[in-house]
T-cell receptor, first 112, second 115 residues
């Protein structure tokens, strides 16, 4: 599986936008970009995923660079509840396995 | 739906004891998996199953056994617990293993302490 690189930690103020970067310079054409987050003392939860185009859902937006070597998860208005570890994960299209390969992620702190 | 459930929530074992961590899902998902998470680390895959009767090893399978006799259940067995198995264990499921857009649903975790 292709590797992703994320900052260890980031800080944000409540109600401000947050941009969480992810580098994946070895991404292949069939790799989907997935984001999960893990709130304290909970299991991970799905946030968003995309292949080439930018994606929006009720939780966040995903901006994917034109060359797909990087992406950014955007939380439009951070809340205290968004404090979590955010994982950027690549999943290969057509694979027979649904395995998610987790890195260490980015720990997001949100200040009131 | 209850989603993915795990029992127990917390367990203390002595070295050499055996136990089974239970995982169940009521979403008729084909794919189920077990991860462990050590402090400050991401999750590492232990074993996974793409359907009843089919299991395979993940990144860190040593010391753990699994079986999948039904679609709903995917228990994880520790045959002889070791302190190195102290960790938080998460079970996950998704409808299909083959579709990369599938969302995986995670259980709340089992915190295991081996003395």
């Amino acid at each position: 599986d292709a590797k992703t690189t994320q900052p260890n930690s980031m800080e944000s103020n409540e109600e401000e936008p947050v941009h969480l970067p992810c580098n994946h310079s070895t991404i292949s054409g069939t790799d989907y970009i997935h984001w999960y987050r893990q709130l304290p003392s909970q299991g991970p939860e799905y946030v968003i995923h995309g292949l080439t185009s930018n994606v929006n859902n009720r939780m966040a937006s995903l901006a994917i660079a034109e060359d797909r070597k990087s992406s950014t998860l955007i939380l439009h208005r951070a809340t205290l509840r968004d404090a979590a570890v955010y994982y950027c994960i690549l999943r290969r299209y057509g694979g027979s396995q649904g395995n998610l390969i987790f890195g260490k992620g980015t720990k997001l702190s949100v200040k009131p | 739906n209850a989603g993915v459930t795990q029992t127990p929530k917390f367990q203390v074992l002595k070295t050499g004891q055996s136990m089974t961590l239970q995982c169940a899902q009521d979403m008729n998902h084909e794919y189920m998996s077990w991860y462990r998470q050590d402090p400050g680390m991401g999750l590492r895959l232990i074993h996974y199953s793409v359907g009843a009767g089919i299991t395979d090893q993940g990144e860190v399978p040593n010391g753990y056994n699994v079986s999948r006799s039904t679609t709903e259940d995917f228990p994880l067995r520790l045959l002889s617990a070791a302190p190195s198995q102290t960790s938080v264990y998460f079970c996950a499921s998704s409808y299909s293993a083959a579709r990369t857009g599938e969302t995986q649903y995670f259980g709340p975790g089992t915190r295991l302490l081996v003395l």
